[in-house]
């Protein structure tokens, strides 16, 4: 069965920081662009990042531009979403996705052909 696999997630203090990790079972990630999306309580699922199938194009969303990072390493088949300065705003369920490109409109949930199960990432004091 081809999924993502999400890990990383936990409980942060604000301002604090942690790394998600997406790795791929059956799908070779490196031919796919990879895009971070997060469901926050109250709010309606949000793309936070993509990155291409190279990595040498990232794009994020600008609630989250300067405080997370996407990246990815090939070699280890394995994409990261670093969030820095985290807020309890921030708090949520945190998934990566796999789609042919980023494009202009990244993001479009339409467009993924594989999803992880999500990581909880939860922000408090």
């Known amino acids: 069965q081809s999924q993502l696999v999400e890990s990383g997630g936990g409980l942060v203090q604000p301002g604090g920081s942690l790394r998600l990790s997406c790795t791929a079972s059956?799908?070779?990630?490196?031919?796919?662009?990879v895009t971070w999306f997060r469901q926050t309580p109250g709010k309606e699922r949000e793309a936070v990042s993509c990155?291409?199938?190279?990595?040498?194009?990232?794009g994020h969303a600008d609630s989250v531009a300067g405080r997370f990072t996407t990246s990815r390493d090939n070699w280890k088949q394995t994409v990261y979403l670093q969030l820095d300065s985290l807020t309890p705003e921030d708090t949520g369920v945190y998934y990566c996705?796999?789609?042919?490109?980023?494009?202009?409109?990244?993001?479009?949930?339409?467009?993924?052909?594989?999803w992880g199960q999500g990581t909880q990432v939860t922000v408090s004091s």
């Open positions: 996705a796999a789609s042919d490109l980023c494009g202009d409109n990244w993001g479009r949930a339409s467009e993924q052909k594989y």
């Open positions: 990155a291409s199938p190279s990595g040498t194009w990232t």
């Open positions: 059956g799908v070779t990630l490196d031919w796919y662009a």
